[in-house]
């Protein structure tokens, strides 16, 4: 990747940064949670859904939520909103990020 100024490269780094430490953030709480209740998740192993894991990796926790979507409909002045419903999984990985499942459903009233 190619950037024109040190300015630009430093700010890129910085983000790169702060990406790098929300991964680590995210990992770090669900693995605490997980070893404080004594728990595994499963459903995170793409070829084995049954496969559990107490140590769940950032990159598999948020491919989880892949899935989601939102459809807009849009019919005249009205506008129809449809959020994929979250599934088990998805709730007990917010769960165990002390995020509560209502502020997906709020999602869709803000928007």
């Not at 693995?31 to 084995?48: F, I, K």
Request: a positive charge.
């Amino acid at each position: 990747m190619y950037v024109q100024s040190y300015q630009r490269a430093t700010a890129l780094v910085r983000l790169l940064s702060l990406a790098l430490r929300l991964l680590t953030l995210l990992e770090f709480q669900v693995r605490q949670h997980l070893a404080d209740r004594h728990e595994t998740l499963s459903g995170l192993s793409a070829g084995n859904p049954k496969r559990t894991t107490s140590r769940p990796t950032a990159e598999a926790l948020l491919r989880a939520f892949q899935p989601l979507h939102l459809s807009v409909v849009t019919m005249g002045e009205q506008f129809h909103r449809h959020l994929t419903p979250l599934s088990p999984l998805q709730q007990s990985i917010l769960s165990l990020l002390d995020l509560s499942p209502t502020i997906y459903d709020q999602l869709c009233a803000h928007l």
